[in-house]
């Protein structure tokens, strides 16, 4: 039987509901100290003191740790994957409110969680600037004095060492001529668009535990990319990396929150000078100082000819990164460049700049920087076709992007179903046939989104599938389960090669001294890519069990026992075959200067949303009553589980969308806790269908590829365009509120609501 | 969190003897789904913590009498107050709060009378309770006293309850054929802390002849506030558009409406014009009870 297409349960279902799954909150070990950070209350500043005199004085503290003991065990304690730019606890200055400045070591973590309490630092305060455009400004201040690319991504290198700059990134894409192609337009729309700053919330924070060895260490940690970590923590150590063992359990939710590098450096390097087993794991309330999501100011301009086709784009995008790098520069690249939207655009100009501000660091979280660009030029596409007075459907087939045209990089576009996907929306929404407008106060809109996303490129997973003698199956992988099913997707993918039973296949998954390399759980990689590194290795495996049954003289082309096959040439039950497998797609680098490439990604992900709102005139509030979520996933493994990343998606959208914001009071998040910053509820969720495309990935395995953030792209732009078709007003900015709503409403009938006196 | 002290009186008597009006550490918990938020963000750090959950079990009790009157006992838990089918058919804008009040897991363990003592403006029961006409029956060392539960409230925060007093019984008195509704606005996500809560309690006469109505605006002021000046337009008079326009706009004008998070005070005002009409309309419309 198929092993493809099969809604099996997933693996660990059983030991996630019975409380038998590992997670590295739950662990404890002998001689365990936990760490709680003391934080900077400054959001730009000079350090001139730190007192931790009554912390260490009082009874069941074991150390207090600042920035200045890491120095002296890692003499370069700063850490990140794309710039060196983060330290282990802060030195010399603290760039944003909530920094790590100092951390307590006791037994007892109320201990340490009240010796904390006791701390207090002085600094010398520096002008903070917050804002992601003004930051680029001449006068801004400057978060930091020189920049430093990390070397691990060559088209970083040229930044080294630039000074008195608060751009992290200036990626530029050129191709054709925009402005001649404006000068030439009959029309010129342009616009801008904002996001607010918001955050992953996984249900499980950040936690790590690092165990000292002789000259080694482990680090149990809650990470989405176990190789990178050992990677950093070897290199900042100056260890091989084989000295440095990474484990990772189960995760409670990702969302790109726990890649590359976060709360892993601290946990070791307490745990080097303590040599004890040190324990970091953050409340859910520190999520707010740990990682965030990009707030982008995006300014779109296009040229559109007497037929209403697009002929140029220029996009300008700054991206807030806040205090430190993280994978910030490689958002504003890899995303940038698809900053023009799915159109079939001749004359395209993209500058995407990241950008250094006061703000907690912002990176990764589910779809790297597209929805936020997705937010902007499907809403400015929606603004162009009501200006021309053509149907916002019609106006996208005229302009969408098809297989076979090249893409603003120049990269020729294969298996990305923009406009199949589009159709499928249309569809369900039913856009052929009016809808009810509504009377009274209540008024009802429609409105659609559509994105596409490229894969990050080049990037490198491997795998190992063991048969064992009696013919049962392990996997070992990098690639980290976090609730979206990878352990049973690889299983699936095995079973189909080897022709078994998915349900009987283990998956050993985050462990570096078992696993091979992998790049990371994250941007919808793992399926595609470790997908095909299981897929070879499962077929290296068959392959060694054909050549083994040739060699103890089976017949070749008949079924045979697997453990037969072990006895026969073991002459007991021993042995085993290991098959190996790694995957690596092709790439062409783009040009520096004009971001051109004829092979800029291995696959594309597409995805889009159809929206129906209700408008409530008197108060603002809107109510989504019919979401449609469509995706393109190429073929799908284990369509239950697929579904539900769609609906996920959508959902977590749908809450950057109405109802979160990080509120800031200068630098200081004012609503750090999940009673104010408020998450969708079961009573938000609107009645949602969600779909998958009938569609082939032709690189992919068995034609598989990503799936887990194409529900995000079309969420916002579609409820922002259903707004405006109910009520005829245009929000730029996110999140929609229901105030925002009354007050444009006002607004444009000429009775603006006040603002509240100071 | 320093450790501090969990004492589990067997009797109400005892809970208010543990009590200590000189120590603002040392406080009684009920289901603590508020208190233990304080404690977590540290704003409040106990050295004693005194549990209700031992006490007699009669203050758990929910009693509709023979003439109508509904008695809680103030560690009724909110769920047993929403599953009450004596609640239900006696005064369905109770169970109907309760419905989207914060969540069940909160409803599971949060208790009538600490919803009430707490003096959070942003909590649901509150302002229903004070236009129904409810009364609080407090104990403490000095006897046994009563509340209306519209001026239960000093401030934000802020109680008439004294350091040792204990609510032990909410009293609601028959709504006879009174119609009442509890409106509330989040703006947020839906089990958000509200925007404006309002509620409303009158008697009908014919179609919509409004007599002795009580208007409760809570969430978006200070504390839970009476509408006096929207009540007296109602008063007497027949609730139609241009009544209840009039209500809406006195309303807005007579309380001082505080911006945050939720929205801007100047939002807020319009939604208390808009919901104060709604709630009435509602009330209207909805069934009435016995």
């Known amino acids: ?758 | 969190m320093i450790p501090f002290d969990w004492v589990e009186p067997r009797s109400f008597a005892e809970a208010v003897a543990s009590l200590d009006p000189e120590d603002p550490t040392v406080r009684p918990v009920a289901g603590g789904t508020a208190l233990m938020l304080m404690m977590k963000a540290g704003v409040f750090t106990p050295t004693r913590l005194i549990s209700l959950a031992q006490i007699e079990p009669h203050y758990s009790a929910i009693t509709v009498e023979k003439n109508g009157a509904l008695r809680i006992g103030a560690m009724a838990t909110l769920s047993a107050l929403e599953q009450s089918s004596a609640v239900a058919e006696h005064f369905p804008v109770i169970t109907e709060t309760l419905l989207t009040l914060s969540n069940v897991r909160v409803r599971n363990v949060a208790c009538v009378g600490g919803a009430l003592a707490h003096g959070d403006p942003h909590m649901d029961l509150p302002p229903l309770f004070a236009a129904l006409g409810a009364k609080v029956l407090v104990r403490g060392p000095a006897g046994v006293r009563e509340i209306d539960v519209d001026s239960l409230y000093a401030g934000y925060y802020e109680t008439m309850l004294a350091k040792d007093e204990l609510i032990a019984e909410v009293f609601v008195p028959a709504l006879n054929g009174a119609k009442s509704a509890y409106m509330k606005c989040t703006s947020r996500s839906a089990d958000d802390w509200p925007a404006l809560g309002l509620a409303v309690r009158f008697e009908v006469e014919g179609h919509a002849h409004i007599r002795n109505p009580r208007l409760v605006v809570s969430a978006a002021t200070e504390k839970v506030t009476r509408l006096t000046q929207a009540e007296d337009i109602l008063k007497n008079a027949e609730a139609d558009s241009v009544v209840l326009k009039r209500a809406g706009e006195a309303a807005a004008e007579e309380v001082t409406l505080l911006g945050d998070a939720h929205g801007s005070a100047s939002y807020k005002r319009e939604l208390l014009r808009v919901y104060l009409a709604r709630a009435i309309r509602h009330a209207l419309a909805g069934k009435s009870a016995q």
């Open chain 1, 1 to 758: 039987m198929s092993q493809m297409g099969r809604s099996i349960p997933r693996l660990e279902a059983r030991s996630k509901v019975t409380g038998r799954a590992e997670y590295v909150h739950n662990m404890r070990v002998p001689g365990m100290l936990t760490a709680k950070i003391f934080r900077s209350t400054v959001a730009h500043g000079r350090i001139l003191s730190i007192d931790a005199e009554e912390a260490r004085g009082m009874e069941g503290v074991y150390a207090v740790v600042t920035g200045e003991d890491v120095r002296k065990i890692i003499p370069n304690p700063y850490f990140g994957p794309a710039f060196h730019d983060q330290p282990i606890l802060a030195l010399d200055k603290v760039r944003y409110v909530g920094e790590a400045v100092a951390a307590v070591l006791a037994s007892d973590p109320h201990i340490a969680e009240a010796a904390v309490q006791t701390i207090s630092a002085e600094y010398e305060e520096l002008e903070p600037v917050f804002d992601e455009v003004e930051a680029t400004l001449p006068n801004s201040p400057i978060v930091h004095d020189e920049l430093k690319p990390a070397g691990t991504f060559a088209d970083l290198k040229h930044l080294a060492g630039r000074k008195n700059t608060n751009i992290a990134l200036d990626y530029q894409l050129r191709r054709g001529d925009v402005d001649k192609a404006f000068a030439a337009a009959v029309h010129v729309f342009e616009h801008e668009f904002r996001t607010q700053h918001v955050l992953h919330v996984p249900l499980e924070s950040h936690a790590s535990l690092a165990i000292p060895g002789e000259g080694t260490l482990t680090l149990h940690t809650s990470s989405q990319t176990p190789s990178f970590v050992r990677m950093e923590i070897a290199r900042l150590l100056g260890w091989p990396e084989n000295r440095v063992h990474v484990k990772v359990p189960f995760l409670g939710g990702g969302y790109g929150a726990k890649v590359y590098v976060k709360v892993e450096p601290l946990a070791v390097a307490l745990a080097l000078i303590v040599r004890r087993p040190v324990k970091v794991a953050l409340t859910m309330e520190e999520q707010f100082y740990t990682i965030t999501k990009h707030p982008v100011t995006f300014r779109i301009k296009s040229g559109v000819d007497k037929d209403g086709r697009i002929t140029a784009r220029k996009c300008d995008v700054y991206w807030n990164g806040g205090a430190y790098a993280d994978i910030g520069p490689r958002v504003a690249q890899k995303t940038g460049f698809t900053a023009p939207g799915p159109y079939d655009i001749d004359n395209v100009s993209i500058d995407s700049y990241e950008v250094y501000t006061n703000r907690p660091p912002a990176g990764a979280l589910r779809g790297f920087g597209v929805p936020q660009l997705v937010w902007a030029y499907e809403s400015h596409t929606d603004l162009i076709a009501r200006e021309l007075g053509l149907d916002p459907v019609e106006y996208r087939r005229k302009n969408i992007l098809r297989d076979g045209r090249p893409h603003a990089t120049g990269t020729i576009m294969k298996d990305a179903g923009i406009d199949a996907v589009l159709d499928r929306i249309a569809e369900r929404m039913n856009w052929s046939v009016a809808i009810d407008r509504g009377t009274g106060r209540i008024k009802r809109g429609r409105g659609i989104g559509i994105g596409f996303k490229a894969s990050i490129s080049p990037t490198t997973s491997g795998a190992i599938v063991n048969v064992s003698a009696d013919g049962s199956v392990v996997i070992f992988t990098n690639t980290i389960d976090m609730g979206q099913g990878s352990d049973t997707a690889m299983a699936q993918l095995a079973a189909e090669v080897l022709n078994i039973d998915a349900e009987k296949v283990k998956v050993v998954h985050g462990d570096t001294d078992a696993a091979p390399y992998d790049m990371g759980t994250l941007g919808s990689r793992s399926t595609f890519h470790m997908g095909n590194a299981v897929k070879l290795a499962a077929e290296d495996a068959r392959d060694k069990l054909v050549a083994l049954a040739a060699e103890v003289g089976l017949p070749a082309g008949t079924n045979y026992d697997v453990q037969e096959l072990f006895r026969k040439r073991y002459g007991m039950r021993a042995g085993n075959i290991v098959g190996v497998g790694s995957y690596v797609p092709s790439y062409t680098p783009p040009d520096p200067k004009t971001g051109q490439s004829a092979n800029v990604t291995p696959f594309w992900m597409v995805g889009g949303a159809g929206a129906e709102v209700e408008v409530d005139t008197e108060t603002g509030h809107v109510r989504v009553t019919k979401l449609v979520n469509v995706a393109d996933g190429g073929k799908i493994i284990n369509p239950k589980i697929a579904r539900t990343q769609i609906s996920g998606g959508a959902i977590m959208q749908l809450g950057f969308t109405l109802t979160e914001r990080m509120e800031f009071d200068g630098g200081q998040v004012t609503n750090a806790s999940f009673a104010d910053y408020k998450i969708p509820g079961f009573r938000d969720v609107p009645p949602m269908e969600s779909e998958l495309i009938a569609a082939n990935q032709e690189n992919g395995p068995f034609g598989a590829k990503g799936i887990g953030e194409s529900a995000t792209f079309g969420v916002s732009p579609a409820i922002a365009n259903a707004i405006h078709d109910a009520v005829g007003v245009r929000l730029t900015s996110l999140p929609i509120k229901a105030e925002a709503v009354l007050r444009a409403l006002r607004a444009a009938q000429g009775n603006p609501l006040a603002e509240d006196e100071e």
